[in-house]
């Protein structure tokens, strides 16, 4: 049976127009015999066309964005540039010494470097999340001690698609003298994200989350926010990031950003219709089932639901054909819940049926009942 992919959140395809537009960067091809693989910073005809395009995807990213181009930072993908967004900052700090605030729903990739700074003499604390899955800004206002040099939480969270108070976190912050980093690689493309409106200094973009390839991204770095490089060598990046420019998917990006800013709110309405047709379906068959984070503002995308009487993991098991992700995983037969479920206050008797299903551009109507009918199927086979 043809795979139904549901898991556009732990990466989605590239997009045929995104590859299309990147290919001559590569190479040779059929509409670019000398191919465009020039290195950006060479003087000659085949430099400047490549130059040409790393400043054309710039724009682009920073327009989705509500940015200026020269505050576009291009990285390797959200890791490096939530890495850049810790280090950079705190390798400013004369003494090494400082506080850092996130919170308990955070992906590794901001949690392990504010981990790493802490085995630098730094420290952390981590706000939580109410039952929906929401970050209280009074409780990061509360975090804020005088040394605290930055707060980063995210935009949208991966796993159960709750959309954070940016905003009005951005705002406490701010008017305490504190920078705000958001990771914002879950909801750019997905629903709008403004730096202006959000009021943040630094923003994280995945290449793969938005129907470009794994491994570019982007650190939007608001205007007179300096940063040390985490990599050293040429002034790459106006000096934030060493290493010849990888054009291709530098362009790839850029286009990534182009198509989604062309089509972001009528795709977000389909993928609204398409999760709760999903949702619906399910409940039809089995009753009434929990969604985590719900009654929150959530991405359109994202339907995270805890199947009773089953475990998440032997259901998706059966249906080998549905490609999604589970939120608990057994060890020694006990389920051990993900880091945001155990924020949300589940047991692991609640929560270890959690399963989450992330759609995408090319979802379908027919995918979604195929989707519904087979785990209907087998939660009737495993309920005990």
């Not at 590239?14 to 950006?40: C, I, K, S, W």
């Not at 479920?341 to 929560?351: D, H, I």
């Not at 989450?356 to 109507?365: D, E, V």
């Amino acid at each position: 049976m043809r795979p139904i992919y549901l898991d556009y959140n732990a990466t989605t395809p590239v997009a045929r127009a995104v590859l299309e537009e990147m290919l001559p960067y590569l190479g040779r091809t059929n509409d670019a015999p000398l191919g465009r693989f020039g290195n950006p910073s060479s003087a000659h005809p085949l430099g400047r066309e490549a130059a040409a395009a790393v400043a054309q995807a710039r724009l682009r990213v920073a327009d989705l964005l509500g940015a200026r181009p020269e505050e576009i930072v291009f990285t390797s993908g959200g890791s490096e540039a939530n890495n850049l967004a810790f280090k950079g900052l705190a390798w400013r700090v004369p003494d090494r010494r400082g506080h850092v605030v996130i919170s308990a729903i955070e992906h590794p990739a901001v949690v392990e470097p504010a981990r790493f700074l802490e085995r630098l003499g730094w420290q952390t604390t981590v706000v939580p999340c109410n039952r929906r899955g929401v970050i209280d800004p009074a409780d990061v206002a509360r975090a804020l001690r005088p040394d605290t040099l930055l707060v980063s939480i995210m935009h949208a969270n991966n796993e159960i698609g709750t959309i954070q108070p940016i905003a009005e976190i951005a705002a406490l912050c701010r008017a305490r003298g504190v920078l705000v980093h958001t990771d914002a690689a879950q909801s750019v493309g997905k629903v709008p994200v403004n730096v202006q409106e959000l009021g943040v200094d630094l923003l994280t973009v995945a290449g793969h989350k938005l129907y470009a390839p794994k491994g570019i991204g982007a650190l939007y770095v608001r205007d007179g926010v300096e940063l040390v490089p985490l990599i050293h060598g040429a002034a790459h990046e106006a000096g934030r990031r060493a290493g010849t420019e990888n054009v291709p998917y530098i362009v790839a990006l850029g286009k990534a950003c182009q198509l989604a800013a062309q089509a972001l709110h009528e795709v977000s309405e389909r993928l609204a219709r398409l999760r709760d047709r999903l949702y619906q379906q399910l409940c039809r068959a089995i009753g009434s089932l929990p969604i985590n984070g719900d009654g929150a503002p959530r991405l359109p995308n994202t339907l995270s639901v805890n199947f009773p009487r089953v475990q998440g993991h032997e259901l998706l098991a059966r249906v080998p054909s549905v490609c999604a992700s589970t939120g608990a995983a057994c060890h020694s037969g006990t389920a051990q819940l993900s880091a945001t479920l155990r924020a949300l206050g589940l047991s692991p008797e609640q929560g270890e049926g959690a399963v989450r299903f992330s759609l995408g551009w090319y979802t379908t109507n027919e995918e979604i009942d195929q989707a519904a009918s087979l785990l209907v199927e087998a939660w009737n086979l495993l309920k005990t």
